[in-house]
């Protein structure tokens, strides 16, 4: 594997909007790279400057060596499908679908060949001579994607492409891409703010914030180890402490909080370093009596059934609310009980804190 797609340094700016800032990162050839995010931090942007709608304002991109901008669209090995669909109404499935190769004059017999083995990869074969409005959103959408798979591109480009279908397409329809994906081996740079889709289909996910790139790494990594804040809440469900280190042994950190004392472990924290701990649902515990290095006091508010699992609410002192997860069956405590909360010092995510008003909300932190 090489880089197929090398952004450096890129910025985008719009009068006096800095929209995308200073983004670094290489995709790889045949992967299935997500940038994830929420609404309004960047994503379509820089796809727009991938696919080479968009010029960036400072900085470069390259795909496969060479500056996008410098080629005509139809040159570009880079295709783009998009969360419209943009079929062309009045054409057939089959026009529809054959349309980039009519553009670059490849001969009749190719074309029908082309459009009909590509028809049966998207599972839509019998359905040429329909026209778009007479299809089904699931079914418009891999239209699309066989239109934008026809020219076999090396890198596609997807701009919340399912975001129009009813949950439970949506899910087939992330396992059929993924399958497409790896069956044709073409790059997929693929955009959603749905981050359980991410999850699931991407073998990186870059996680965009504000116009910065805050992290990029494999599904596990970014779920296990969330390198900020943002990123820690923004994927899965997490429980946040802010705190500030008050003692340091070895890679044990203890964390003073609002409401008592925390531990974790992690390496490169200072003493009276502002952090945040980030514990997950699933890995909170709760004793009926003291747990050394812990002394969150709780009260069981509340469960919720989700199927599979039993979430429990248990509220803190200054008001918070905490989740824990179990497996349905398992034992939790009774609503009203008082319990400590703690979890392994493993467990905890130790995230390094650069949030002013977090700061200031830590200082004012009443000792004793
Ligand atoms: N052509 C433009 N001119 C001015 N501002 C723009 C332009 N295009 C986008 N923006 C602004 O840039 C920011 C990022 O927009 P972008 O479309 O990249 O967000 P996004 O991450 O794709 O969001 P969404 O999830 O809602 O699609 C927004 O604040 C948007 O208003
Ligand atoms: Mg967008």
Redesign the pocket.
Same mark, same amino acid.
């Given at each position: 594997m090489g880089a197929i797609v090398e952004i450096e340094g890129v910025n985008?700016i719009?009068?006096t909007?800095h929209?995308?800032k200073d983004l670094n990162l290489t995709v790889e050839e045949g992967e299935f790279l997500t $940038?994830l995010? +929420? +609404?309004?931090?960047?994503? &379509? &942007? &820089? $796809?727009?400057m991938i696919a080479g709608f968009?010029e960036p304002t400072s900085g470069s991109i390259k795909v496969e060596g060479e500056a996008i901008g410098d080629k005509e669209p139809f040159e570009r090995n880079v295709n783009t499908v998009f969360q419209s669909y943009a079929l062309f109404p009045h054409k057939t499935i089959y026009d529809n679908v054959a349309y980039g190769l009519k553009m670059k004059k490849v001969p009749k017999a190719e074309i029908k060949k082309r459009v009909t083995e590509m028809l049966a990869l998207v599972q839509l074969e019998g359905f040429e001579k329909r026209y778009p409005s007479q299809l089904s959103g699931g079914q418009k959408q891999r239209v699309a994607i066989a239109r934008a798979l026809i020219n076999r591109p090396r890198v596609l480009l997807l701009?919340?492409p399912l975001g129009a279908l009813d949950l439970k397409l949506r899910k087939q329809m992330q396992l059929e891409l993924k399958r497409l994906q790896r069956k044709l081996n073409i790059t997929f740079i693929y955009?959603t703010?749905d981050q359980e889709e991410a999850l699931t289909m991407s073998d990186r996910i870059a996680i965009?914030h504000d116009?910065v790139l805050d992290q990029l790494g494999t599904p596990s990594e970014i779920y296990e180890n969330p390198k900020t804040r943002f990123v820690a809440t923004f994927i899965g469900e997490t429980n946040t402490f802010d705190g500030c280190i008050r003692s340091i042994d070895g890679e044990h950190v203890s964390v003073m909080i609002e409401n008592g004392n925390i531990c974790g472990c992690g390496k490169g924290f200072a003493l009276n370093e502002y952090i945040t701990v980030s514990v997950r649902p699933e890995k909170m515990k709760y004793s009926e009596t003291p747990i050394d290095g812990f002394t969150i006091k709780a009260i069981v508010k509340d469960y919720v059934y989700v199927g599979s699992v039993i979430k429990c609410i248990v509220s803190l002192p200054n008001g918070n609310e905490i989740k824990i997860e179990r497996l349905s069956g398992e034992e939790l405590p009774k609503p009203g009980s008082r319990v400590y909360i703690y979890w392994e010092e493993k467990d905890a995510v130790l995230i390094h804190n650069q949030d002013q008003l977090i700061f200031q909300a830590v200082d004012s932190i009443p000792l004793g």
């Open positions: 985008k719009y009068g909007n929209v995308v $940038l995010g +929420s +609404s309004g931090c960047g994503k &379509t &942007t &820089t $796809l727009r968009e701009d919340e955009v703010h965009m116009g």
